[in-house]
């Protein structure tokens, strides 16, 4: 079975700062896609960045990269010149190419960004 | 709408209630999932259709959970005979693609569902 690992609860960042969130994730599949998304409070979740695993490059996307090591099997999210808005709950996520088509999450870690 | 639409956003259940959570996905999207979202924690997978299909219910916690989308467009989650344990967040979530999925879900609000 899959699963993802968030291993930071929570975390707080200054405003223009850079934060990296962790996630590592356990699978025996060679062909995958991994997500973080944004879950602000009382809003619905939103997807910040995709990465496919037979990509070498890291994704990008404005101030949100990752940094994809698939033999550690470690997805982690960079966030550059933090914004109040940032303040939110980030979920990593799994999903198989070619099986079922079900997200796997991980816990969360919930960001603070502190003016 | 514009976004995925569910209802109502608050749900307030004595314990052995049935309760049904509407979801609205976006016009066109061939595929609808619900998550379970625990306080504290990540969603879980419950379900999934491919158009009016129920293609995976494998993560449903009992036979008193039930969805249905039988038209391909509006889905019900229905729960009967509701315990304390069902409390939670019912997510609903839609997405262009079919087959294939590559997990780029478009998200509900959210039915907050407290059961007592």
């Known amino acids: 079975a899959q699963t993802v690992t968030q291993s930071q609860p929570e975390m707080s960042v200054q405003e223009a700062e850079t934060v990296t969130l962790s996630c590592t994730y356990d699978t025996s599949e060679n062909n995958y896609y991994l997500f973080w998304y944004k879950q602000p409070p009382s809003r619905q979740m939103i997807l910040v960045i995709r990465?496919?695993?037979?990509?070498?490059q890291n994704a990008t996307e404005n101030r949100f990269s990752v940094n994809f090591q698939k033999a550690a099997k470690s997805f982690s999210l960079k966030i550059s010149d933090s914004q109040l808005g940032d303040t939110a709950m980030y979920f990593c996520?799994?999903?198989?190419?070619?099986?079922?088509?079900?997200?796997?999450f991980g816990k969360g870690t919930k960001l603070t960004v502190n003016p | 709408g514009a976004g995925v639409s569910q209802s109502p956003r608050y749900k307030v259940a004595k314990r052995g209630q049935d309760v049904a959570l509407r979801c609205d996905p976006i016009s066109g999207h061939v595929s609808l999932f619900w998550y379970q979202q625990a306080l504290g924690q990540g969603p879980e997978f419950l379900t999934y259709f491919q158009n009016e299909a129920q293609l995976d219910k494998s993560g449903l916690p009992s036979d008193r959970f039930f969805a249905e989308r039988p038209e391909g467009s509006v889905s019900t989650l229905k729960i009967q005979r509701t315990q304390q344990e069902d409390s939670a967040v019912y997510l609903c979530a839609s997405s262009p693609f079919s087959g294939r999925a590559p997990g780029e879900l478009f998200f509900g609000e959210g039915s907050r569902l407290t059961v007592l």
């Open positions: 990465q496919e695993a037979y990509k070498q």
């Open positions: 996520a799994f999903i198989n190419q070619g099986g079922s088509e079900k997200l796997v």
